[in-house]
């Protein structure tokens, strides 16, 4: 079976070219010699047709109406109308059908199955394809045994495919693209291809006259070649690591295998060589209409194209095998310079292992106005005695480091002896985390050509990613004298191949040996997730957690009062005094801050409208959780440093969560958050809140 995917038809639609020019061989060859291999080649099977019939003894015809499983408009036959050999050439014909035909075309398909079945090597034909509209010439490969299941599971591999070569667009163009694709992955419909389209250099077209077209297959690559030169690369996925041996993404994306793992028995994606491990056969065939050539080009089926037939004419099959190493296919590689370069290699679809995760997000504050003792400031080289400085104008207490003439890198270390050794885990917050500093250079490094650096190491060295400082600031270089925040996602880092899983030091300094002079200083280094956390309200409800009066009947609601705080929900005790009022999660609304409880806390800001008739009353905040079976109440004061609310008056209120953790409370189930006057004691309190988060802000 064999099924057309989207991304070719895509590549077709668009006439996606390839680049001319000449090959490299390792045999110092300048190109592939259609008439002879390169000389670590080996001719283990051929068909020249220079016979007066197809030999069977190589050849089997496929004879049914099924269509390939594209709905294409052909019947394979073993007539000799469909298929000859003549002049030195194979011939596979496509022909108008007779009328009582089931399908209106008849043609033929060729395959080598148990006649010549092969594992690796070099496939080569010479060829003049048919033309026009609904026209889809083939020389390809599917698996012998099937090994991993079936299609697409145990592969595909198409040499070489064409459709509607010739037919011309609005804006007179014809098209001249060949395309080489390798099918595989999962059951199909959730199959994967992945390929690529080359035009022949100078206009040429493949229907005018005869060129080659040639894969050589290895274990775990396979390349392509028209005419010796090769215009795609395709690999088997190569797996990152981390520390702990775990898969934690892709250094290649290429292509992959799912199938039931011995040892265990489950369904698992595999990142190796299968489904290109197992022995092939070939296949030629001329196919009319069908999914592909009917939706691309001038659509449908040109009957004018076929009414005199159209031939795929093939001058020789060959196959060779590398005697370098049969058992991979290795050594023997027709390659030219830069040949898995963007240009060529060719990106795959297989699934990217996600890195593994205890399934808590966890956040970093290396130095937030003083230092965290795990991460010490650090000077690698120079012997420099970095120091925490107290009056900066703006920030109060930073991490300031001077640079010497000796070069040298600063920043922060958590690898013994100087720090904790027990690296940071971020892989919890790689879709949504960032790596940020707030940064002033005090004194300007005194080399005119010294640029700024951010570095980030993790596994002890073994990863690493360094970048320009600027892209961390939209572009921006430092500014001498100024502060600026710096921001690197998480995912880009590990994008460009971190090992976030344990990342132990972060760095920031001018160019290796052109730093002497600079003197410079950071504050607010975290690594964490700003997104962590849950909006109560803030501007409007929240409606998996409503605002509430516990007793005494009143309705909450939101009204819109001066800027900058605008819609804000608002509180009155106008009945029984008797009540407690805030926010109550919804069924199934509870909040789990276990990843926030280092540095995350419940803050909101307040401003009392209308204080307490009561001039005794004294103002609460409670936090219930577990539906009341664990709880915490403090002066609301405590939150805002012991400074109780001024009627009229906004003021932030922030209570952290490892201050109520210590009192008691069980964080992973919070249901219910209060601001209220003391019991009984609130008769005509009015007051409003606004920006009520449980977050790392």
């Keep these: 079976m064999k099924r057309i995917s989207a991304l070719t038809a895509v590549l077709m639609a668009t006439g996606l070219a390839g680049c001319g020019g000449d090959v490299a061989t390792k045999s110092d060859f300048t190109a592939v010699n259609p008439t002879e291999p390169v000389s670590d080649w080996k001719l283990v099977w051929s068909d020249e047709f220079d016979g007066s019939s197809i030999d069977k003894n190589k050849w089997a015809h496929e004879v049914n109406c099924s269509g390939g499983g594209n709905n294409e408009k052909q019947c394979y036959t073993d007539s000799v109308d469909n298929s000859f050999v003549a002049d030195g050439k194979l011939h596979i014909v ?179 060589s299968a489904p290109f491990d197992q022995r092939f056969h070939l296949l030629l065939n001329l196919a009319v209409g069908g999914n592909w050539p009917e939706n691309v080009n001038n659509l449908g089926i040109d009957a004018n194209a076929f009414a005199d037939s159209q031939t795929f004419a093939i001058d020789y099959v060959r196959v060779y095998e590398c005697s370098q190493d049969l058992a991979s296919g290795k050594g023997c590689e027709t390659v030219r310079a830069g040949y898995k370069d963007a240009d060529t290699l060719v990106t795959g679809l297989a699934p990217i292992p996600s890195p593994p995760s205890n399934g808590i997000a966890q956040n970093l504050t290396i130095f937030d106005d003083q230092a965290n003792p795990s991460w010490p400031m650090w000077d690698c080289c120079a012997g420099s005695n970095p120091i925490e400085v107290t009056d900066d104008e703006e920030h109060g207490v930073a991490a300031e480091f001077t640079v010497s003439a000796t070069p040298t890198v600063l920043g922060f270390y958590n690898r013994t002896p100087l720090g904790s050794g027990t690296a940071f885990d971020a892989t919890g917050i790689v879709s949504e985390g960032i790596v940020q500093f707030d940064m002033k250079v005090m004194t300007a490094p005194a080399s005119p050509d010294a640029s700024w650096s951010f570095k980030i190491e993790a596994a002890g060295g073994d990863s690493a990613v360094e970048l320009a400082l600027s892209a961390g600031n939209a572009g921006a270089e430092p500014v001498t004298g100024q502060w600026a925040t710096y921001t690197f996602s998480v995912q880009s880092l590990f994008d460009a191949g971190l090992d976030i899983s344990a990342i132990d030091v972060l760095m920031i300094f001018p160019t290796w040996g052109t730093g002497d002079g600079a003197v410079f200083r950071l504050d607010n280094v975290r690594i964490y997730n700003p997104n962590i956390g849950l909006t109560l309200f803030e501007d409007k409800v929240n409606p998996n957690w409503p605002l509430w009066d516990c007793c005494a009947g009143s309705e909450p609601k939101v009204v819109i009062t001066d800027a900058p705080y605008g819609a804000v929900a608002q509180f009155e005790i106008a009945g029984s005094p008797d009540t407690v009022l805030g926010f109550f999660a919804a069924d199934g609304a509870a909040y789990d801050a276990s990843a926030l409880l280092a540095d995350g806390a419940i803050s909101f800001d307040l401003r009392v409208v209308s204080a307490p008739a009561n001039v005794a009353s004294t103002w609460v905040f409670k936090i219930e959780s577990s539906a009341g079976a664990s709880a915490v109440e403090v002066p609301l004061a405590s939150g805002n440093n012991d400074q109780a609310p001024v009627t009229g008056q906004w003021a932030r209120y922030r209570f952290s969560l490892q201050s109520l953790f210590d009192a008691g409370l069980d964080i992973s189930d919070i249901n219910v958050l209060m601001i209220f006057p003391a019991w009984g004691t609130g008769q005509g309190a009015v007051y409003q809140l606004d920006n009520v988060k449980i977050s790392n802000n």
């Design 94 to 272: 496509a022909l108008p059908a007779e009328d009582s035909a089931v399908l209106p075309y008849t043609s033929a398909r060729l395959s080598t199955k148990y006649k010549g079945d092969f594992k690796y090597g070099r496939f080569e034909m010479r060829a003049k394809l048919p033309s026009g509209q609904g026209a889809w010439p083939a020389f390809w490969m599917l698996p012998t045994d099937e090994v991993y299941g079936g299609w697409p599971k145990s592969g595909e591999i198409d040499i070489l495919e064409a459709v509607n070569l010739k037919a011309v667009d609005a804006e007179g163009v014809a098209e001249a693209n060949v395309h080489g694709t390798l099918h595989y992955g999962r059951v199909w419909p959730n199959n994967a291809s992945s390929g690529k389209g080359y035009l022949l250099p100078d206009g040429i077209n493949p229907a005018d006259d005869f060129h080659t077209y040639a894969i050589e297959w290895q274990e775990g690559e396979i390349r392509w070649y028209v005419d010796g030169y090769l215009y795609q690369t395709q690999m088997a996925s190569k797996v990152r690591y981390n520390a702990s041996g775990e898969a934690i993404g892709l250094n290649h994306r290429g292509w992959f295998a799912e199938y039931f793992d011995i040892a265990t028995g489950e369904l698992a994606t595999q990142w190796n």
